[in-house]
């Protein structure tokens, strides 16, 4: 039997619980992250522990990023019993709205060690470039 050494850890799980912690398909509980920029990419890094990568869904739709994921109850053979649940299960999403500065076409993902870090290129039309002047010898008179 495992000892809990934290007489309102049973009182916090109950409160999370009661504030709807766990998320269902039709109100799914957030997702934490991290976003930065990393030279001509935004990085997304959201925390999907104990989550399967068959269990991520990761959609654009014009500039609405949607990421959701559902972490499942691991089987259990007969006969056991559970002492302490506190690892939340259910459905977990985030939705960000792109800038129409990055490339969404070309959006790469990668999970590992519970972590999907997604990058998010910054559009070509959108980097800064140099503008040619012409010089006065290639103007030329329109007459009429």
Do not use: C
């Not at 499942?72 to 299960?89: F, I, N, T, Y």
């Not at 076409?105 to 800064?128: C, F, M, Q, S, W």
Request: net charge negative.
């Amino acid at each position: 039997m495992l000892m809990r050494t934290d007489p309102f850890r049973e009182l916090d799980r109950l409160a999370q619980q009661m504030l709807g912690a766990s998320g269902t398909w039709s109100r799914p509980a957030a997702v934490p992250m991290d976003a930065y920029r990393e030279g001509d990419a935004y990085v997304i890094m959201m925390d999907l522990p104990g989550v399967t990568v068959d269990a991520i869904d990761i959609d654009v739709e014009r500039n609405m990023l949607t990421v959701k994921a559902e972490r499942r109850p691991v089987e259990k053979a007969d006969g056991v019993q559970m002492e302490l649940s506190e690892r939340p299960l259910g459905v977990f999403s985030r939705q960000l709205m792109l800038a129409d500065t990055l490339d969404t076409e070309k959006i790469t993902a990668d999970y590992t060690a519970g972590v999907l870090t997604l990058r998010i290129p910054i559009a070509e039309r959108a980097k800064p470039r140099k503008i040619a002047i012409g010089s006065g010898d290639d103007r030329r008179q329109i007459s009429g």
